[in-house]
């Protein structure tokens, strides 16, 4: 076996553990303390990973010239990240619209940071770069949050675990058998067979989840399979988005956090925009 191979199979099964030390906390938090706001620890997280995240875009757009706002920008995508946190904290006549008034509210302090950094200067793509990075980042934070304070732990473990799966399986089996390249100008090392082996991955890990976490009431094992193909579908998506990014700045990681693994948006790019996904299925078969 090869070195970095190595490498990545031991700083794996540390993130892994750390996860799993992260949920199991949190869940026994909720447990303990009737008062505790749902997800908090996590939230706690989730608000520190948008911030990192943030600052590797903010890379990315720098070799491509562009200069995003340093500190409306990772404020603002945090703070929509964190929402389903505070949402249970705040009467339940503010919570309506906070998605918007946090949009809006960063919209005018980014515009306000733009004008008093660097006036009209390369205005209109630093401001969109910006708010591209606060949407992508914060809402897509905000759903993974939120799969775990409307539907508890275990699904969002499930959903992890699906979405993850999706790329153990996806590069086993793309390894293995991959011949047809899916997208060879986004992302060369995809192949369809991949992307086959790591739906069937992702649908079988979700299947045995549901059981092995008693999600009988939530969740068939029929709709289980469903649930992981969706995730598995979409985290794929999501992880060409990234690549997207990283290939107009290119780039081929988006940072070096974790070696062997590249950035954190590396490892954070499928769970980003399947989590939607993964909130509507539970929504609608719950």
Excluded at 113 to 124: H, T, V
Excluded at 143 to 164: C, N, S
Excluded at 247 to 255: F, N, T
């Amino acid at each position: 076996m090869k070195k970095g191979m190595k490498l990545r199979i031991v700083l794996g099964a540390a993130m892994i553990a750390a996860t799993v030390g992260l949920l199991y906390g949190d869940w026994w938090l909720e447990h303990a303390d009737a008062e505790l706001a749902a997800g908090l620890p996590l939230g706690v997280v989730m608000v520190a990973l948008t911030v990192v995240g943030y600052f590797e875009l903010a890379r990315l757009a720098g070799a491509l010239g562009v200069r995003m706002a340093v500190f409306a920008g990772p404020l603002g995508a945090a703070a929509l990240a964190a929402l389903p946190v505070w949402q249970q904290i705040l009467p339940d006549s503010a919570g309506g619209f906070l998605p918007l008034l946090v949009l809006a509210v960063t919209t005018a302090a980014v515009f306000l940071e733009q004008m008093l950094s660097a006036r009209i200067e390369d205005g209109f793509r630093r401001i969109a770069a910006t708010l591209l990075a606060v949407v992508y980042l914060g809402a897509g934070g905000a759903m993974i949050l939120a799969v775990r304070t409307t539907f508890g732990v275990p699904a969002l473990a499930m959903f992890l675990m699906a979405v993850k799966g999706t790329d153990i399986g996806a590069y086993f089996t793309g390894s293995a058998i991959g011949r047809h390249k899916m997208i060879p100008w986004l992302s060369p090392g995809k192949s369809w067979e991949g992307l086959v082996g790591g739906v069937v991955f992702a649908a079988a890990v979700s299947a045995l989840c549901a059981w092995g976490f008693r999600l009988g009431e939530l969740l068939t094992p029929w709709q289980a399979l469903g649930f992981g193909a969706v995730v598995a579908l979409v985290g794929q998506f999501g992880d060409l988005c990234e690549s997207l990014l990283k290939r107009s700045a290119a780039a081929k990681d988006s940072g070096s956090l974790v070696p062997e693994f590249g950035g954190l948006l590396d490892i954070l790019d499928s769970p980003l925009l399947a989590a939607p996904a993964a909130y509507l299925v539970l929504l609608a078969l719950s």
